[in-house]
Each structure stands twice: as C-alpha cells, then as structure tokens.
C-alpha cells in the first residue's frame, strides 16, 4: 500500500520561507503525478500546485504564483513545496496527493484527481 508522509511545517513569521515534503512508499513514484492541497480552518480544503509524474510540468493555484515552487525527487520518491514570502493568509494544513499516471505526463489540479493522500504537516504564518 502506498503511504504518503508530510514534513517539514512549522510556524513562520510572515515573510519567512519554509520548504515542505513528502515521502512516498512504493516502487512507482516514477508514474506518480503529485499535488499539494491546503486546509484552513473553517476554509475547505483548496488546491495550491500540480507537477506531472515526470515533473517536467507544473501548475499553481493564483494566491501562491511566483511565490511557491513544486518539485520532484524521482530517485528520492520525495516531492517538495518551496512556499517564500509567506503570509498569514498560507496558514493551513498542507496535504500531499498522488495518483498514478500510466500514460501522458499531465498534472491534476482537482481533490477528486487524486486518491493516495498524506495526514498533512500544519504552516502557521504570523504576522
């Protein structure tokens, strides 16, 4: 079974940067297309970045363009979020998600997209 393990959260002053991760088990991460989703509190949860299983593609939510970067790790089975000039608005909970890609290199913007998820890491930004 693929298990899917957040890192890297923390609490920040607005401004701050902070690079989250997530490791995931298993043997095909090479066809796993991944996305970062938040949740804040009393917010459903939201789409913030995509990257296709390659990571050769990539796309951002609108609040988080030019300030977060998605990357991935295909020899680590690691895929990253670089979150700079954070704000008191990015505090959430931050969740990974992946799917298998068995043909295309596209990414998933959609929580329906997906179906491995992690338990997510908490970003706290004060301001």
């Known amino acids: 079974q693929v298990r899917l393990v957040e890192s890297g959260g923390g609490l920040v002053q607005a401004g701050d940067s902070l690079k989250l991760s997530c490791a995931v088990s298993g043997r095909t991460f090479n066809n796993y297309a991944m996305a970062w989703f938040r949740q804040a509190p009393g917010k459903d949860r939201e789409f913030v970045a995509a990257i296709s299983r390659s990571g050769s593609s990539t796309f951002y939510a609108d609040p988080v363009k030019g300030r977060f970067t998605i990357s991935k790790d295909n020899a680590k089975n690691t895929v990253y979020l670089q979150m700079n000039s954070l704000k008191a608005d990015d505090t959430a909970v931050y969740s990974c998600?992946?799917?298998?890609?068995?043909?295309?290199?596209?990414?998933?913007?959609?929580?329906?997209?997906?179906?491995?998820w992690g338990q997510g890491t908490q970003v706290t930004v004060s301001s």
């Open positions: 998600a992946g799917r298998v890609t068995l043909s295309g290199d596209n990414y998933y913007s959609t929580l329906r997209d997906y179906y491995n």
